[in-house]
């Protein structure tokens, strides 16, 4: 600048006066564009839930939401929050209304991140028979087998949790073992070169299943009226 | 892009090509670096970020320019900075409502185009000193210019680390993917392939003249 500086003196009520302005045009956009979008994001979020618990659930064609405590089963409404030390579980059915299943969600960490899938449960069987990856980072052509790997994904076709007598925990911890020597059902064998990854599905099943299965399990019967 | 009967003179072709190609953000003034590296890893991603980026910027320059009269100096930044604040929570909406695959691809990139350098930039040096017309002229081609770039990463990427373009595989089963292209490091290869490319343009271009 070659002029010399003046000071220049805007009172402070224009000022103020012109944020004020601004901010109502702005507050006015954003509420519009929240009004306007509210109904297609929820819209959106359930059918991505839904995709994903028939994913894991085939045959299914609707889902509840439920909520598991110590004090028994309790359907959760649309945008409630989870009961203190609560479990959230969905309920599946098929056409006829009859219970394919339940499926919930697993978190585990792997190699960049918590990995997180969905699993869904045979109540008749007391199994694992499918999962599905809701969100992870990890690394693509290593970590990211875990969705593209038949002979992994298998490992979920039958995956023991049963409850104990006493319900309190699983009779078998699901356990990660290392690739080709899986023995039991309640066995996973890992990827070979992507075992952090397996693992962290593995332990995320584990963790979820101990503190759902003993909360679902005595309640079962509930979910099928 | 022709605008004939304009009664505002200055809006020339060069208004728009200025962001596409002599200036362009990306390959020419290397700005936005953040967005352009973490979320090019597919076609799709590059191409979504830069239109995200193009509404922001084109809306954020209009209502800059149609104000510019009206806000003193002294709080312009703080104003402009609530203005694009108020755009990208817009985009914020419209993504999730339009993909929430794409929202969570996206990820924090989306917020992060607050402090896009080339927004509050453009902003400041073009649309608080031009009429709206002017101004959103010039803003669409610096949009679409990043857009290009972003595009073009995006598309450089998922061909080489995935072989595929907008998720149709290009190459047989023999095709081993190049992995580490659609990793970080890979956004610094491309980027600085793409880099020099248009240098290596540049330095034809001046030959050409002194010759």
Redesign the interface.
Known sequence: MSEPIQPQTTPGSKMIATMALVASICGVLIVGAFEGTQDAIAENKRIMLERAVFKVLPGAASVREYAATSAGIQPLAAGASLPEGGVKFYAAYDQAGVLKGVAAEAAGKGYADVVRVLYGYDAERQVIIGIGVVFMRETPGIGDKIITDQAFLKNFEALDVRVNAEMTALVNAVKVVKHGTKTSPWQIDAIAGATVTSKAVGRGINDSAQKLMPLLVPHIAELKS | MSLPNQADEGITFDTFMEGVWRQNPVFVMVLGMCPTLAVTVSAVNGLSMGVATLFVLVSSCL?VSL?RH??????RI??YI??I???V??VD??I??A???LY?ALGAFIQLIVVNCIILGRAEAHASKNPPLKAVVNALGMGVGFAIGLFALGATREIL??GKLFGITLFGDNFQ?W?VM??PPGGFFVLGGWLLLFALLRSRKEGKVQA
Request: glycine letters at 4%.
């Open positions: 209502l104000i009206l806000v003193p100096k002294e709080v703080a104003t609530v203005i604040a108020t755009f929570t817009l909406y419209l999730q409502a993909s929430l695959a969570e680390g995935a993917p992995v659609v990793l």
